[in-house]
């Protein structure tokens, strides 16, 4: 006779299923803790406000990323330039992000938080991101399945 073992459904499970589903969210999208704007940490990044030249390009304050479930926050020590960042500047790659963005596709960093149900890196882990967009910034938030220890 063999016994099956039923798990129960529970609100971390569906949490952590939903996280892996989870569409990319623009940097300006994120959610953010509620504390009053002077407890907030700021970050500079490079934000494409308007495809164009390079010189549209600006180096502004955003507000520092929270990683949510699933999600890692990485400290930026490295970015790479790639030619789809350059054809993403111009607004001619395949699939362009809504403006304003920050341009980036790959950087690697330093993990400095992680969101619930990330089991594949910790805090103080070396990784290397792939996303989207929104690497060329101080701190990035990525997916955990996008970030690999380095």
Do not use: H, W
């Not at 549209?56 to 330039?81: F, H, M, N, S």
């Amino acid at each position: 006779m063999t016994s099956q073992i039923r798990r129960e459904p529970t609100r971390r499970n569906a949490d952590c299923r939903r996280a892996r589903t989870m569409s990319v969210q623009r940097a300006d999208e994120l959610s953010y803790p509620s504390l009053p704007n002077d407890l907030r940490t700021m970050m500079k990044a490079l934000v494409v406000n308007q495809f164009g030249a390079l010189d549209a390009l600006a180096v502004e304050e955003r507000p520092a990323p929270v990683p949510g479930t699933g999600e890692v926050l990485v400290d930026v020590r490295a970015a790479g330039v790639n030619f789809p960042d350059l054809l993403m500047i111009g607004g001619k790659y395949q699939t362009l992000p809504p403006l304003p963005f920050i341009l980036g596709k790959e950087c690697a960093g330093v993990v400095t938080a992680v969101g619930s149900c990330v089991t594949l890196v910790k805090p103080g882990d070396r990784v290397m991101v792939q996303i989207e967009y929104g690497a060329f910034a101080q701190q990035v938030v990525a997916k955990q399945i996008n970030c690999q220890a380095i």
